[in-house]
Each structure stands twice: as structure tokens, then as C-alpha cells.
């Protein structure tokens, strides 16, 4: 199976702060890469898809790069309703993948 | 509007058996690939099954291969997970996930959760 680590596994924020989460996988993904929010007893939402694209609806403050091995997640001036958990997940691999999560919460 | 409902869950013993189900509502059922996530108490997401639109195509993720069987019924646009054999670590919230249309990978539509609960 592909292993998706992410770092860090928490990190506390202020509302305007940019925002960095990693996600690595354990081997080529190519850009099959999704990225996930998700709030305390709520179904997840899509952010990001294919690494890079964020999906509709999804406000232009959210952003992700990457290829291959290495992804990013980045919040340009976090507002009040982004603290939440995020999540990648990978594609390239028909048994799907999920990364650990990262908790964002107010610092 | 695209709506996924789910029912079923519960409480059951181990080495018990339990049906989920999520109904489709809102789109062309048979075109979407579904799948079933679960999220275990104050744990991260974990993919466990993906059903294509035709039933052709199944996975399992191996924590769950040969206990649980995903099907679905496109004349009652159902989606169903039994799930035999339980385990204490299959307790855990139950989301079933539409796949997005075309290549991409992707869930875009989820059902509300049901909890399943194994404990004797």
C-alpha cells in the first residue's frame, strides 16, 4: 500500500496567518493527490484536486502544489471557519489512501 | 441537488454482522463510481471499499477483504456494505462517498455517517 505522512500532525494559527501542511508519499504518485477539510462531526469536503486544482466553489485562498513524492497544502489569511483537520489523499494506487490529518486550531 | 442518505449501523457484537446503506438522490446513479470511508473515534479517515457504477470493478482495503462485501442496486439507486465478522477496531463512523465523474479520483458527495459500534 502507499503510506501518505503529514507534517505537522497540529499547528496553532492565527485568522490572517498563512498556512503550510505537507503531505509526503512513500513512492511516486505522480499528481494523483486530493486534499480534504474536514470539521468535528461533519462528512468531509474536496479542496484540492489532483495536487493542484482547486475544486469549485472552494475559496482562492486555498492552494496546493507538488508532484511525485512531495505535496503542499498552503492557506493564504486563514479566516475563523478554516480551523478544521485537513487530509490528502492519494489515487495513484486503486486501494485509496488517506494521510494522518492535520489539526489546525487558534493559537 | 445531489443528496447521499445513509441508514443501518448500530450496535453489534463481535463476530456479528451488520448491513449499512446509502441512498442516492439527485443524480444518475449508475455513472458514479461509490465508495465507503469510516473514521474511527477521534481518528483520522480510512478508504475501505469502491464499487463502480456497473459492479465490475470492486477493491477492498485488506483490513476489511474478506468480511465485508460492497454492492449496490442501481434500479433503487442503493449502495449497500455488509459487513460480517466484526472486530472492536471496525467500531467507527460509516460515510459512503461518490466518486467524482471521469478520471479523477476524488470524493465530492458523502452520506451524513452512521455509527457502528462493535463491543460485546
Known amino acids: 500500500d502507499i503510506q501518505l505522512t503529514q507534517s505537522p500532525s497540529s499547528l496553532s494559527a492565527s485568522v490572517g496567518d498563512t498556512v503550510t501542511i505537507s503531505c509526503q508519499a512513500s513512492?511516486?504518485?505522480?499528481?494523483?493527490l486530493n486534499w480534504y477539510q474536514q470539521k468535528p462531526g461533519k462528512a468531509p469536503k474536496v479542496l484540492i484536486y489532483?495536487?493542484?486544482n482547486v475544486e469549485t466553489g472552494v475559496p482562492s485562498r486555498f492552494s496546493g502544489s507538488g508532484s511525485g513524492t512531495d505535496f503542499t497544502l498552503t492557506i493564504s489569511g486563514l479566516q475563523p471557519e478554516d480551523f478544521a483537520t485537513y487530509y490528502c489523499?492519494?489515487?495513484?494506487?486503486?486501494?485509496?489512501?488517506f494521510g494522518p490529518g492535520t489539526k489546525v486550531d487558534v493559537k | 441537488e445531489v443528496q447521499l442518505v445513509q441508514s443501518g449501523g448500530g450496535l453489534a457484537q463481535p463476530g456479528g454482522s451488520l448491513r449499512l446503506s446509502c441512498v442516492g438522490s439527485?443524480?444518475?446513479?449508475?455513472?458514479?463510481?461509490m465508495n465507503w470511508v469510516r473514521q474511527a473515534p477521534g481518528e483520522g479517515l480510512e478508504w475501505i471499499s469502491y464499487?463502480?457504477?456497473?459492479?465490475?470493478?470492486?477493491f477492498y482495503a485488506d483490513s476489511v477483504k474478506g468480511r465485508f462485501t460492497i454492492s449496490r442496486d442501481n434500479a433503487k439507486n442503493s449502495l449497500s456494505l455488509q459487513m460480517n465478522r466484526l472486530r472492536d477496531d471496525d467500531t467507527a463512523v460509516y460515510y459512503c462517498?461518490?466518486?467524482?465523474?471521469?478520471?479523477?479520483?476524488?470524493?465530492?458527495?458523502w452520506g451524513q455517517g452512521t455509527l457502528v459500534a462493535v463491543s460485546s
Open positions: 462517498a461518490r466518486r467524482v465523474f471521469g478520471f479523477n479520483y476524488y470524493f465530492d458527495s
Open positions: 439527485g443524480f444518475t446513479f449508475i455513472s458514479y463510481g
Open positions: 464499487i463502480s457504477g456497473d459492479s465490475d470493478t470492486i
Open positions: 513512492q511516486d504518485i505522480n499528481n494523483y
Open positions: 489532483d495536487a493542484s
Open positions: 489523499q492519494q489515487y495513484e494506487s486503486p486501494l485509496l489512501t
